[in-house]
């Protein structure tokens, strides 16, 4: 490349890319680099810990200084840490046990503005923003007009509303990051791994009795209602609950489970079924109702999707609850045969106080939606009004703030009508463009990518079943779950362009052969 060309190409922001151009072996240095500015991090500390009662904070600070460094050096590397850091819930964790404010917030904010300033900047590539991502800014509008026109507590409607933002960040990141397939793969795997980490916590928790040991918060139990009058310990892991904890275990479910079946390698299926049988057992030990629910129906969506003889396949599932019966939790049974308590015409079922008091909150988010069809009473307004509507329907005796139970009854009596359409515009979106993806995927040849992708839907899938009956609680995990699966388009888009470009120039070198041939002639 000539000189008048870089300097053509470096101009903006003061030249960083003809630097970069010019030093191309800089690239090559920077594990170099890092290692040398971690050794300088170390010996800072240890000085500065040596001068100070708070070591532990100084440590943190210096720690955190190296990963923002690397954080801007390697935008791929924040990508794989926000992934562990956002799923193990570490903000709160590092908070709670440690005293440490949370950084989710500024560890977004850095993320994001590295990798925009790496894409546009250096690699001037346009940023990636489609039909999925456009569907989710129409999402965050009705929801700032629902923040509008709030009802009652418009400042909680606004945190909810700056959650949400966050949570589209992430959004931004990966599909940022996610066009190269090494960066796609390792986020999942950071996932799966991250999923069978905290649940092998739980399985310790399960089979020791040694609950007291929650590993900074990573690996929570407590005693909950099982069935009846019967309480005993219900894992749940990173959270306080243990239903969200079955959520966010089983969406991660299908990704494992399609590594132990199409894993390209034999470690990879090893790995994928060790994670499996983590993954459903710490679900299993939540006793969740909805759980159970989502986990049966994925298991006859991925029977179907890989096309499975149905007879063998009944065969070999009774075979394995006829063995996994008489060692499953004690109560585990019970309590999943009360699912039938929730259904209408089962009156008897009501009695049971979780179900009444269920019952109360999904009637009353249906009133609100009546009574605020458009827009809803505003994000995070049934909370506060719950109590005043419980009142006068008089079937749940608690007076205090409850949530809906489902987040699709949150989301009519929150957003209203608006609010449905606009989260059934993001799931269509998600569904047509992963489906796309996957063709996409089997014409270059990639069956192992698009085994990834239909991971992800039906990974979508079981959060979706869940949530019928948990409100949004927890609902980064759901934008982590759109963000990859929309990931998985751009990423199957990129791959496609990049092979009609080949395709292209192999054709137009061809051309120019025979060209040449016939002028020799």
């Not at 800014?137 to 929801?143: F, M, N, S, W």
């Not at 996932?191 to 007291?212: Q, R």
């Not at 966010?248 to 079946?261: E, Q």
Request: net charge positive; aromatic share 10%.
């Amino acid at each position: 490349m000539s000189t008048r060309a870089l300097s053509n190409n470096g101009r903006g922001l003061f030249g960083v890319r003809r630097f970069l151009q010019r030093n191309a072996r800089l690239n090559e240095l920077l594990p170099i680099v890092i290692f040398t500015l971690g050794l300088l991090a170390v010996v800072a500390a240890n000085y500065l810990m040596a001068l100070t009662d708070s070591a532990f904070l100084v440590a943190g600070g210096v720690i955190g200084a190296f990963v923002a460094l690397w954080i801007v050096l390697r935008p791929q590397m924040g990508l794989y840490i926000l992934t562990v850091f956002t799923y193990m819930n570490l903000s709160d964790v590092l908070e709670v046990s440690f005293g440490i404010p949370k950084i989710n917030q500024p560890l977004i904010a850095l993320i994001l503005v590295s990798v925009l300033a790496n894409r546009i900047v250096l690699k001037r590539k346009p940023l990636v923003f489609r039909g999925v991502e456009a569907t989710m800014v129409v999402y965050g509008i009705v929801a700032t007009m629902s923040v509008l026109f709030a009802v009652a507590n418009q400042s909680a409607a606004l945190d909810r509303l700056i959650d949400w933002l966050k949570d589209f960040a992430i959004l931004i990141i990966m599909v940022q990051l996610c066009d190269e397939e090494q960066s796609f793969r390792t986020v999942l795997w950071a996932l799966v791994l991250s999923a069978a980490f905290i649940a092998s916590l739980s399985w310790y928790h399960t089979f020791t009795g040694d609950t007291a040991n929650d590993f900074f918060g990573l690996a929570k139990s407590g005693v909950h209602q099982i069935v009846g009058e019967l309480d005993d310990v219900r894992v749940t892991g990173p959270l306080d609950d243990p239903n969200f904890y079955a959520q966010i275990l089983l969406m991660v479910f299908p990704l494992a489970a399609y590594r132990m079946l199409t894993g390209t390698t034999h470690a990879a299926r090893l790995i994928g079924a060790l994670c499996t049988v983590l993954i459903v057992g710490a679900a299993i030990f939540t006793y969740s109702r909805g759980g159970f629910l989502a986990l049966v129906v994925v298991l006859g969506l991925l029977v179907l999707d890989r096309r499975y003889n149905l007879l063998r396949t009944a065969f070999i599932g009774a075979a394995l609850i006829a063995i996994l019966l008489p060692i499953l939790p004690s109560g585990y049974v019970e309590r999943i045969v009360t699912i039938g308590g929730a259904l209408p015409a089962n009156s008897a079922g009501q009695t049971e106080a979780s179900f009444r008091g269920r019952s109360s909150e999904m009637i009353i988010a249906m009133q609100m939606f009546s009574e605020n069809p458009i827009l809803g009473v505003g994000k995070r307004n049934y909370q506060a009004l719950y109590v005043e509507y419980s009142s006068m329907l008089g079937l749940d005796p608690r007076l205090e703030d409850r949530q809906a139970h489902s987040l699709y009854l949150e989301l009519a009596a929150e957003m209203g009508m608006l609010g449905l359409l606009s989260f059934g515009g993001i799931l269509l979106a998600l569904f047509l463009s992963t489906a796309r993806a996957r063709r996409q995927f089997r014409a270059l040849d990639r069956p192992d990518l698009a085994a990834w992708t239909a991971s992800l839907q039906l990974g979508i899938v079981s959060y979706l079943i869940t949530s019928i009956f948990l409100h949004a609680d927890y609902a980064r995990y759901m934008w982590i779950m759109f963000a990859l699966a929309a990931s998985a388009s751009v990423l199957a888009q990129a791959m496609s362009d990049r092979r009609r470009a080949l395709l292209r120039e192999r054709y137009q070198s061809a051309l120019q052969s025979a060209s040449r041939e016939e002028k020799d002639l």
